[in-house]
């Protein structure tokens, strides 16, 4: 793809500066965000386990031992085994809600994954912009300084006044102040990129070429619905709440089991030991249980319109998302385009006052002001630059589009359908079966 091959060029040789690459794939393999919500996928595996024992036999053994008020001791030795035969579709459906309940955690996963790689990528450009910031606030105080320069020599000549000095004293004053400012900005840049990559940054590359976007809003709201993480999860809970009303009502129905009890009783009396064994069959029917059932089908059928409801919004909530980035990234590229003119403006500007200055035709604050307004048009230009590329991320991510598998980051991917294959069938014995599982997906 267009975007991953831009990031691939972006890779640095031994020694060069890190690329917003670099950055994407330590977030993704440090984040304990993605590591928490894998868990939570793994737990909604299980309850697809849970749902597919219920057709499974239930073998118990059991044991006991009394003894009499007479001193007759007795003991008994059992094995036990039920399976339910028919229960109206209930465990059927059970089955059906935690797939689909798995679904969901699946897109919440990727959902995950997107704001991990979105935070990455913010905090990329902020700390560039923070030490761009920097570079502009430092050669500031190094333009002030030679303004001051000069005009105290002009001062000792008799061309100014001493007013003129002050307030050049008084400029650079200010720019140290903003110095310090910008060098604690960077510091906090520094940390928030720490807290989002899982690491500290180097020396930053510049960002690789903007990735290929739709050509219009409708296109790019278009895709959205089609690939959007939290529209599909929201699809797999309204059916997940649509199949719990049919759950509902089928605890409604009989149920039918058969069960079988073979064992050994050692009675120390009259009686000897004997051993015993017997089948059954059972049948429940549901006549009356206090409104119980009703109930539960009336808050079944209320939580299916909640989730429906809330598909609704969520469709709302994402034409919403890809309408504010479309927007952030056209304003920030034409705020780009007339910060670029501005600048050139500026430093036109700036120069031709710094010579009318020497010829007695511009004062030193003429001077001081010029160059405060290149020096604000560059900072305005950064901002407009961050803006615009975490623009561009953030309608990926508007989009679905913002994973590592879109990006062609080179990480170990993590398939949760390996985890869920193999409890779906829900063996017996899964202990060391799973942990090469979870070694296999780079947890270990």
């Known amino acids: 793809m267009i975007l991953g091959?831009?990031?691939?060029?972006?890779?640095?040789?031994?020694?060069?500066?890190?690329?917003?690459?670099?950055?994407?794939?330590?977030?993704?393999?440090n984040s304990d965000l993605?590591?928490?919500?894998?868990?939570?996928?793994r737990a909604s595996d299980e309850d697809v386990a849970q749902a597919v024992a219920a057709l499974r036999p239930v073998i118990a053994l059991n044991g006991n031992m009394t003894d009499s008020y007479r001193g007759d001791i007795s003991s008994t030795l059992s094995m036990t085994a039920d399976l339910l035969i028919y229960d109206g579709g209930v465990s059927r459906l059970a089955i059906e809600a935690?797939?689909?309940?798995?679904?969901?955690?699946?897109?919440?996963?990727?959902?995950?994954?997107?704001n991990v790689l979105l935070d990455a990528v913010t905090a990329y450009m902020d700390f560039?912009?923070?030490?761009?910031?920097?570079?502009?606030?430092?050669?500031n105080v190094?333009?002030?300084?030679?303004?001051?320069?000069?005009?105290?020599?002009?001062?000792?000549?008799?061309?100014?006044?001493?007013t003129d000095v002050s307030q050049a004293e008084a400029r650079l004053a200010e720019a140290r102040s903003n110095l310090a400012l910008v060098r604690g900005n960077v510091e906090v840049a520094r940390a928030a990129f720490n807290l989002?990559?899982?690491?500290?940054?180097?020396?930053?590359a510049p960002p690789p070429p903007e990735p290929a976007l739709p050509t219009s809003q409708a296109e790019a709201t278009a895709l959205a619905r089609q690939r959007a993480p939290a529209i599909r999860q929201s699809q797999h809970n309204v059916r997940a709440a649509e199949i719990n009303i049919s759950r509902a009502r089928a605890a409604m129905r009989p149920t039918v089991s058969i069960g079988g009890e073979v064992g050994y009783n050692n009675r120390d009396d009259a009686f000897g030991n004997?051993?015993?064994?017997?089948?059954?069959?059972?049948?429940?029917?549901?006549?009356?249980?206090?409104?119980?059932?009703?109930?539960?089908?009336?808050?079944?059928?209320?939580?299916?319109?909640a989730a429906r409801a809330g598909l609704l919004f969520t469709a709302s909530t994402v034409d919403s998302e890809v309408a504010r980035a479309w927007s952030a990234l056209q304003v920030a590229r034409a705020?780009?385009?007339a910060r670029e003119q501005q600048i050139r403006a500026a430093e036109l500007a700036f120069e031709g006052v710094q010579e009318e200055a020497t010829l007695g035709a511009r004062t030193t604050l003429d001077v001081l002001n010029a160059e405060q307004e290149l020096l604000d048009a560059r900072v305005v230009l950064l901002d407009a630059q961050r803006t615009e590329y975490v623009a561009v991320y953030g309608l990926l991510a508007a989009m679905g589009l913002l994973t590592a598998d879109h990006l062609g980051l080179d990480v170990p991917r993590y398939d949760p359908a390996i985890y869920y294959s193999q409890v779906e069938r829900a063996p017996t014995e899964l202990g060391q079966r799973l942990d090469r599982v979870l070694r296999a997906q780079g947890r270990e």
């Open 5 to 29: 091959a831009a990031l691939a060029a972006a890779m640095p040789l031994a020694g060069a500066a890190e690329t917003l690459t670099d950055t994407l794939i330590s977030a993704y393999r």
């Open 128 to 139: 560039r912009r923070e030490v761009q910031a920097l570079d502009i606030s430092q050669n």
């Open 274 to 305: 004997r051993d015993f064994g017997a089948a059954r069959l059972g049948i429940n029917v549901p006549i009356y249980q206090g409104g119980r059932l009703s109930s539960l089908t009336r808050q079944a059928v209320a939580n299916a319109e």
């Open 142 to 162: 190094r333009v002030i300084l030679r303004e001051l320069e000069a005009a105290r020599d002009r001062f000792e000549v008799g061309e100014i006044t001493r």
């Open 196 to 204: 989002a990559v899982g690491r500290f940054p180097g020396d930053l």
């Open 335 to 337: 705020s780009i385009v």
């Open 34 to 41: 993605l590591a928490q919500q894998r868990a939570v996928v």
């Open 98 to 114: 935690a797939r689909e309940s798995v679904l969901a955690t699946r897109a919440a996963l990727v959902e995950r994954e997107q």
